[in-house]
């Protein structure tokens, strides 16, 4: 089993920066796929990025193109979401997960999920 944890997200200005970090626990962490999601009230959760187990192919939403940073370190089971140029419309709550395919936009190919951090983006 893979467990999914957080640093804190937290409240920061538009054009601030911050990074989430996501720490895997369990059996053979570095062979899943990761990715961040993120949801804002009333709307579904929507792919951000992802980055496969060697850390060689990324992707990313458009939205977040250019500003967001996917990456990863094995030896600590850490993954980050580096967040630059953040608008208001970056506030959600963001999710990482493990898949132990490729890495993918489509949510229901994640089979491990984290319980979330709140990110909110004050104009």
């Known amino acids: 089993q893979v467990q999914l944890v957080y640093s804190w997200g937290g409240l920061v200005q538009a054009g601030d920066s911050l990074r989430l970090s996501c720490v895997l626990s369990?059996?053979?962490?570095?062979?899943?796929?990761m990715g961040w999601f993120r949801q804002s009230p009333g709307k579904e959760r929507e792919f951000v990025a992802t980055?496969?187990?060697?850390?060689?192919?990324?992707n990313y939403a458009e939205s977040v193109k250019g500003r967001f940073t996917i990456s990863r370190d094995n030896a600590k089971n850490t993954v980050y979401l580096q967040m630059n140029h953040l608008e208001p419309e970056d506030t959600a709550v963001y999710y990482c997960?493990?898949?132990?395919?490729?890495?993918?936009?489509?949510?229901?190919?994640?089979?491990?999920w984290g319980q979330g951090t709140h990110v909110t983006v004050s104009s």
């Open positions: 980055i496969s187990s060697s850390g060689d192919i990324v």
């Open positions: 997960a493990a898949n132990s395919g490729g890495p993918t936009i489509r949510r229901q190919l994640y089979d491990y």
């Open positions: 369990g059996r053979t962490t570095r062979r899943y796929a």
